[in-house]
C-alpha cells in the first residue's frame, strides 16, 4: 500500500472510531446525582410548597405498589390540610430532611416539641421493600417499634443503605432537588432546628 493510500485510510479508521465514541455517548447519559432515575411513570404526586431559607416546590411520587397503607396515610392528610404550616423539625446535612409532625411540629407551636407527636389517626405497621434509601427517596420517620410511622416523613439528602428495609418507603423526589438541598440545616447530633425552620406551607395531592 502507497504511503498516502495509507494515511488515507488510518485518516477515515479514526473518523469512524470517532463516530463510534459520540454515538456511544449518546445512548448512555451521564450520571446525574441530583436526578436519580424515576421508580414510577404516574400516579399521585406530593407538591409541597416549601418557605424559608428554601424556597420553592418539592415534587415527590408517591408509590403505592410499596407502601400501600402509608401512602394512603399521606394522601388523607395532605388532603385535610394537616401538613400545611408544618416545620422540617430535624434536618442533618448529608443524611435527611425530616417534617409531618402535624401535632407539635406547626409554627406557632411550641417547636421544641415537634418531633414527638403524630396525628389522632392510628399508627401503621412497617411496610418493607427491596427500594434503597437513596438520594430523593421519601421514608415514613418511627419510633424503635417497627409498626408505629403515623405522620412524620424524611426526604433523603444522600443515600443511607443502613435505613433499607428498616423503614417504609412512600415515594420519591422527581422535582425540587435544588429546593430540597436548600433546607435549613439543624445543630447537634440529632440535627435539630429550634430557630426559624424552614415550613411547609402547603402539601397538595396531585393526581
Do not use: C
Request: hydrophobic residues 45%.
Amino acid at each position: 500500500m502507497r504511503p498516502e493510500t495509507r494515511q488515507r485510510a488510518l485518516f477515515w479508521a479514526l473518523m469512524a472510531l470517532g463516530l463510534a465514541v459520540v454515538l456511544i455517548g449518546g445512548l448512555w447519559p451521564a450520571d446525574d446525582d441530583s436526578a436519580p432515575q424515576p421508580l414510577a411513570a404516574d400516579g399521585a404526586k406530593l407538591e409541597i410548597t416549601v418557605e424559608g431559607e428554601a424556597n420553592g416546590q418539592i415534587v415527590i411520587q408517591l408509590l403505592p405498589e410499596a407502601a400501600p397503607q402509608n401512602v394512603a396515610r399521606l394522601i388523607e392528610l395532605a388532603r385535610s390540610g394537616a401538613y400545611d404550616g408544618v416545620v422540617f423539625h430535624r434536618v442533618i446535612d448529608g443524611f435527611m430532611a425530616q417534617t409531618g409532625d402535624v401535632k407539635y411540629g406547626r409554627i406557632g407551636g411550641n417547636l421544641r416539641l415537634a418531633g414527638r407527636g403524630g396525628s389522632d389517626l392510628p399508627d401503621l405497621p412497617l411496610e418493607p421493600s427491596q427500594i434503597p434509601f437513596e438520594r430523593g427517596i421519601v421514608g415514613m420517620a418511627r419510633t424503635a417499634e417497627p409498626d408505629s410511622a403515623n405522620s412524620q416523613f424524611f426526604i433523603m439528602f444522600a443515600a443511607s443503605p443502613n435505613l433499607n428495609g428498616q423503614y417504609t418507603v412512600v415515594g420519591q423526589v422527581i422535582e425540587g432537588f435544588d429546593v430540597l438541598d436548600s433546607i435549613k440545616r439543624g445543630t447537634g447530633p440529632n440535627g435539630a432546628v429550634v430557630e426559624d425552620p424552614d415550613v411547609m406551607t402547603q402539601v397538595r395531592v396531585i393526581e
